[in-house]
C-alpha cells in the first residue's frame, strides 16, 4: 500500500500574464487602505488631543501621530512600492487637520490655539510626513530584478 504525501492538484498554478494584474490590484487596495488608515488616525488624534487626567491636558496624541505616521508611511512605501506613495496617508491627515484648525459657522473649533497638544501634534505628525518622505526621496534605488529570481 503506497502512501502519497502531496495531495493532487486540481487547479493549475498562477499563469504569468495574471501576475502584472494581481499586483496592480494589490497596490491599488494597498493604496486604499493607506489614505483609509491616515484619515483614522487624524481623527483618532483629534479625538485625544483635548484627553485630560487630573484637568491636564497630556500629550499622548503628539507620541500616536509620531508612530503613527511613520507606521503609515512605511506601509504606504511598500503597499504600493512607489517613492511619492507616502503622500497617500499624508493628505487625508493634512486635510483633516486643516479643517479641524478652521472655525465653523457655528463657531466650533477643534484644534484651538490654547491647546499645546493640539498645535504639537499638528506640528510633530507634520514633520514626521516630511521627514518620511524626504528619507524615501534620498533613498538608494532598489536593485534590478533578474528574471530568474
Same mark, same amino acid.
Given at each position: 500500500m503506497s502512501m502519497s504525501t502531496a495531495p493532487e492538484e486540481t487547479a493549475p498554478p498562477p499563469s504569468g500574464r495574471h501576475r502584472p494584474l494581481l499586483d496592480l490590484a494589490l497596490r491599488v487596495a494597498g493604496g486604499l487602505v493607506a489614505?483609509?488608515?491616515?484619515?483614522?488616525?487624524?481623527?483618532l488624534e483629534l479625538l485625544l488631543a483635548? &484627553? %485630560?487626567? !487630573?484637568?491636564?491636558?497630556?500629550g499622548v496624541s503628539v507620541l500616536i501621530a509620531v508612530g503613527a505616521n511613520i507606521a503609515l508611511s512605511w506601509f504606504a512605501h511598500e503597499a504600493v512600492g512607489r517613492r511619492w506613495a507616502v503622500a497617500l496617508p499624508a493628505t487625508p491627515w493634512f486635510v &483633516?487637520?486643516? $479643517?479641524?484648525?478652521v %472655525?465653523?459657522?457655528?463657531g466650533d473649533l &477643534? $484644534?484651538?490655539?490654547?491647546?499645546? $497638544?493640539?498645535l504639537a501634534m499638528i506640528v510633530a505628525g507634520a514633520m514626521t510626513f516630511a521627514v518620511m518622505?524626504? %528619507?524615501?526621496?534620498?533613498? /538608494? /534605488? /532598489?536593485? /534590478? $530584478?533578474?528574471? !530568474?529570481d
Open positions: 489614505v483609509l488608515a491616515g484619515a483614522l488616525t487624524a481623527v483635548t &484627553l %485630560r487626567v !487630573g484637568g491636564h491636558l497630556i &483633516l487637520m486643516a $479643517v479641524a484648525a %472655525r465653523t459657522a457655528e &477643534l $484644534v484651538t490655539g490654547d491647546n499645546w $497638544v493640539g518622505g524626504f %528619507r524615501q526621496i534620498l533613498a /538608494p /534605488p /532598489p536593485p /534590478p $530584478v533578474r528574471s !530568474g
